[in-house]
C-alpha cells in the first residue's frame, strides 16, 4: 500500500529575514562569465553561448541569514510503501530530501539535521542535500529557498501521488514534478514536465542535481569512456574516464581538487548514473532519453573544498554530487519551442552490485550495473508511463507563489489567449501582497506608491509599464525593467525622473549608485550612495553597497567608520571583513589582524570567493620583517576557502 501525508519536521535552520529589497543589477558571474570554448564542437559552442542572462531579475535575492542555528518547523509531503519512504520540501523549493530504503535500512542520498544556508544560490541563500530541480539558468536554482504549489495525483492504478509545480519567474516556464510509488514498486519515479507558454522561442536549462554522501571506495559508475572536465580555469578539456596516469576520478573520495565532470554518455543507451560504496550497495538513477547529460562534483582533497565542506554540512561530512541533465553540460541552454512542452521520466532507487565487480575494470563495472538495471525491469517501468495528463490532480496540498496566477490574470486582462497549463495549475487564490502592485497596474494603469516589495521585467509587464502614469514609483520600476533589457541610458533617466518626481526616493538614489559604479565611476558612485543612506540608513545591504562603493572609491577612512557603526544584523560578519579589508588597504594593517585574531566568519560568503584569504595574506604583506611574515606562511584552515589551488 501506497500513502501520501502533509506534516512538519523540525530541522536546524538559520533565521531568515525579508528580502533583500535592492534589485540586483550586478552581473551574475560565476558560471555565466565568458567561457572560453576553443576546440569544443558546434553544438555545444552554441548551446552555450545561447541564452545567458545579466542578473537574476525579477528575483530579489534572499541573503538575509545568519550562521546561527535554531530548531524550526517545515512542511513536507512523505510518499512510502513497503520498501521506499521519500520526504519533499515542500517550503524549500520541493527538494527530495530524503529517499529512504525501508528493506535495506539505509539512507540513499546526503541529507543532515540542519540546513545551513550559504551563498551558492543564484538568489544568494542555498544549501547541500537530497535531490534539488535546478531550471531557469546555470546555477542552483532561483527557487532552491521558496515554497512550491503541491497537489496529490490519483495514478492510472489507483496508488496516490504528489506534484509539485511553480512559475519560474526569469524564463516564464511552468514546470511540474510529479512523484510516484506504486504499492509494490523499489524504485521512486519522477515525471518532470517543462512548458512553455509563450509564443517565442525561450532558453531552457534543467539539472537535477543529487547529493550523495560521500565514503571511503565510493565509486560513481555511468555508461561513458570520456567526460568534459571543468575547473576554476573555465575551459572545458576532454579528459578519458576513467582516468589516466593513475587518477581514477570515478572515486569521488581521492579526487585532488574541486571539479565537475560531464560525461559523455554511450550512444543508443539509457543514461544512467549510479553511486555506491564499497560494498557495491547505494543509490541509481535512470531517465529516459531527453535527460541525456550526467555529471559529478568533487569538493576535492584541497584545504579550501575541505573547509567548504566543513562550512555547508557543520562537520567533517563530506558529500558529493551527481546530476542529470538536458544537456551535456550545465554551461548550455536550449531553446523550448512556442507553446512546446518537454517531458522526461526519471527513476530513484536502491542498487546493489557485486564489490568485485564494480569496483574492477571499468567496463566490468558499466556491465554489471547496467545487468542490475535490466534485472530490475527498469527499463519497462519508464516504457509504461502513460504521460502526466493521465494522472487525476486532486486536493490542494501546500501553496507555492502567485506569480503563475499573476500571469494568468494579466493575459485575461490584455485579451491573450489564455494558456490551458497555466490557468489549471494557478488558482488566482493564490495572489499575495508581492503580486498586489502589479495587480493595481493591470486595474487601473498605476504602480502603487511606496517602495517596492517586487519587480518585473518579462516584455508584457515592461510594455505596461511605459505606458504607465508618469509618476515616482512607475518611473522607479520602469528603470528597472530598462536596465535589464540593456537600455542603460534609458533607464538612468527612468530612475532621475523619480528622484525628481520625488526627492526622498532612497531607492532611485540606490540605483543610479549602482548605476554609476558598474558603469565606471566609483567617486559619483559612492557619493550617491551616501546621499541613498541618510535618506534610508535602515536597510543593511544599502549600507554593505555604500561601504564597498568608498572602498572602490579608495576612501578608505570612511568604508571603515560606515562599516564599524553598522547596526547589529545576520550582515555582522560582513561588515567586519570590509573594516578589515578597508583598514589593511589603508595601512592600518593592526586593526585587520585584531579582527582575523578574534574570529570571522562571513555568512554569505560566495562559492568561489577568497576574500577572506586574500585579507590575511594582505597583512602578512605588512608584517615589519620577513622573519614575521614568514612565521605564518600558510593561510589558516578556518580562512582558506581557495578552491583555485
Not at 557619493?527 to 564597498?548: F, G, H, I, T
Request: glycine share 8%; net charge negative.
Amino acid at each position: 500500500m501506497t500513502v501520501l501525508e502533509i506534516r512538519s519536521i523540525v530541522v536546524s535552520m538559520p533565521r531568515q529575514g525579508p528580502l533583500n529589497p535592492l534589485p540586483p543589477m550586478r552581473p551574475l558571474g560565476d558560471l555565466h562569465d565568458e567561457i572560453d570554448c576553443a576546440g569544443l564542437d558546434e553544438e555545444m559552442t552554441r548551446n552555450i553561448r545561447y541564452g545567458n542572462v545579466s542578473s537574476v531579475l525579477p528575483y530579489l535575492l534572499q541573503d538575509d541569514y545568519s550562521r546561527e542555528l535554531v530548531p524550526r518547523e517545515t512542511s513536507v509531503a512523505v510518499l512510502e510503501n513497503s520498501y521506499l519512504r521519500a520526504v519533499v520540501l515542500l517550503e524549500l523549493g520541493g527538494r527530495l530530501w530524503s529517499l529512504e530504503d525501508k528493506a535495506g535500512g539505509r539512507e540513499l542520498l546526503y541529507n543532515n539535521d540542519r540546513i545551513q544556508l550559504a551563498n551558492l544560490g543564484l538568489r544568494n541563500a542555498w544549501f547541500p542535500g537530497g535531490v534539488e530541480w535546478n531550471l531557469g539558468t546555470t546555477g542552483h536554482t532561483a527557487l532552491t529557498c521558496s515554497p512550491v504549489h503541491a497537489v496529490s495525483l490519483e495514478l492510472p492504478d489507483g496508488a496516490p501521488g504528489l506534484r509539485i509545480y511553480e512559475w519560474e519567474r526569469m524564463r516564464d516556464l511552468v514546470y511540474q514534478v510529479d512523484f510516484m510509488l506504486g504499492p509494490r514498486s523499489r524504485h521512486l519515479g519522477v515525471d518532470v514536465t517543462v512548458t512553455n507558454p509563450n509564443a517565442h522561442p525561450v532558453p531552457a536549462y534543467w539539472w537535477s542535481n543529487i547529493a550523495v554522501a560521500s565514503s571511503a571506495g565510493a565509486r560513481v559508475v555511468t555508461p561513458s569512456r570520456s567526460a568534459f572536465e571543468f575547473t576554476y580555469t573555465r575551459r572545458l578539456q576532454r579528459v578519458p574516464v576513467p582516468g589516466s596516469g593513475g587518477l581514477d576520478l570515478s572515486y569521488p573520495d581521492a579526487a585532488p581538487r574541486t571539479a565537475d565532470h560531464f560525461f559523455e554518455l554511450d550512444p543508443g543507451k539509457l543514461p544512467w548514473i549510479a553511486a555506491v560504496d564499497a560494498a557495491g550497495a547505494g543509490l541509481l538513477q535512470v531517465s529516459s532519453g531527453r535527460l541525456r547529460g550526467r555529471k559529478l562534483f568533487t569538493w576535492g582533497t584541497t584545504p579550501g573544498g575541505r573547509r567548504w565542506q566543513e562550512f555547508l554540512t557543520g562537520s567533517t561530512a563530506s558529500y558529493f554530487e551527481i546530476q542529470a541533465g538536458l544537456t551535456r553540460t550545465q554551461l548550455e541552454h536550449v531553446p523550448l519551442g512556442p507553446g512546446e512542452s518537454w517531458s522526461w521520466s526519471e527513476v530513484y532507487g536502491p542498487v546493489s552490485v557485486p564489490a568485485e565487480a564494480v569496483h574492477g575494470d571499468w567496463l566490468d563495472a558499466i556491465e554489471c550495473m547496467e545487468s542490475a538495471i535490466a534485472e530490475a525491469g527498469i527499463h519497462a517501468v519508464l516504457d509504461e508511463r502513460p504521460g502526466a495528463e493521465h494522472d487525476q490532480q486532486g486536493a490542494p496540498l501546500h501553496t507555492g507563489t502567485g506569480w503563475g496566477a499573476l500571469e494568468s490574470l494579466r493575459r485575461e486582462v490584455m485579451g491573450e489567449e489564455p494558456s490551458p497549463v497555466i490557468d489549471r495549475l494557478f488558482p488566482r487564490s493564490s495572489l499575495g501582497e508581492d503580486q498586489q502592485p502589479w495587480v493595481a497596474l493591470l486595474e487601473t494603469g498605476a504602480v502603487p506608491a511606496g517602495t517596492p516589495r517586487s519587480f518585473v521585467v518579462a516584455k508584457p509587464w515592461s510594455d505596461l509599464l511605459e505606458g504607465a502614469a508618469e509618476e515616482a514609483a512607475a518611473m522607479l520600476q520602469r528603470g528597472v525593467v530598462r536596465w535589464h533589457a540593456g537600455h542603460r541610458e534609458a533607464a538612468l533617466e527612468a530612475w532621475e525622473a523619480a528622484y525628481a518626481l520625488q526627492p526622498d526616493s532612497w531607492l532611485a538614489v540606490r540605483n543610479l549608485a549602482a548605476a554609476s559604479g558598474l558603469m565606471g565611476e566609483p567617486q559619483r558612485s559612492a557619493e550617491q550612495y551616501l546621499n541613498a543612506l541618510e535618506l534610508m540608513p535602515d536597510v543593511a545591504q544599502l549600507r554593505l553597497e555604500a561601504v564597498e562603493a568608498l572602498i572602490a572609491a579608495d576612501r578608505f577612512p570612511e568604508a571603515v567608520a560606515l562599516a564599524q557603526a553598522a547596526p547589529a544584523s545576520s550582515f555582522a560578519g560582513r561588515f567586519r571583513f570590509l573594516q578589515a579589508w578597508a583598514a589593511a588597504l589603508h595601512g592600518e594593517v593592526r586593526l585587520a589582524e585584531s579582527i582575523l585574531e578574534r574570529g570571522l566568519e562571513v555568512a554569505d560568503l560566495r562559492e568561489g570567493e577568497d576574500s577572506l584569504s586574500d585579507l590575511w595574506l594582505l597583512c602578512q604583506l605588512h608584517q615589519p620583517s620577513p622573519e614575521a611574515a614568514s612565521a605564518h606562511p600558510d593561510v589558516p584552515f578556518i580562512y582558506d576557502f581557495r578552491l583555485h589551488s
